[in-house]
Nanobody, 116 residues
Framework: QVQLVESGGGLVQAGGSLRLSCTVS????????MGWHRQAPGKQRELVAS???????TYVDSLKGRFTISRDSAGNTVYLQMNSLEPEDTAVYYC??????????WGQGTQVTVSS
């Protein structure tokens, strides 16, 4: 059973930074795509950033330049570096792993709260 565990969330003031980590129970290179999603209260879950097995990254346009997705060389952790955080970034952030047959595994989420 694949397990994803997120960490690194917390409370930060506007303008601050956080780095989220997602540790997977197997090599992330076994997945087609790794992604970070977020869900704010009363809103739908949205994709924030993703990285393919080949290392290609994509971001939601509104977050380009502030958020960076990366992975470690050992191949079982994905990161989301978040800079210049805004109160609108407050959400539960989820890590997701998608297989080549489009099955998606999810972590339990980590809360990010940005105070103004």
């Amino acid at each position: 059973q694949v397990q994803l565990v997120e960490s690194g969330g917390g409370l930060v003031q506007a303008g601050g930074s956080l780095r989220l980590s997602c540790t997977v129970s197997t090599s992330i290179l076994s997945f087609n795509t790794m992604g970070w999603h977020r869900q704010a209260p009363g809103k739908q879950r949205e994709l924030v950033a993703s990285i393919t097995r080949g290392g290609r990254t994509t971001y939601v346009d509104s977050l380009k330049g502030r958020f960076t997705i990366s992975r470690d060389s050992a191949g079982n952790t994905v990161y989301l570096q978040m800079n210049s955080l805004e109160p609108e970034d407050t959400a539960v952030y989820y890590c997701a792993a998608e297989t080549v047959i489009r099955r998606t595994y999810w972590g339990q989420g980590t809360q990010v709260t940005v105070s103004s």
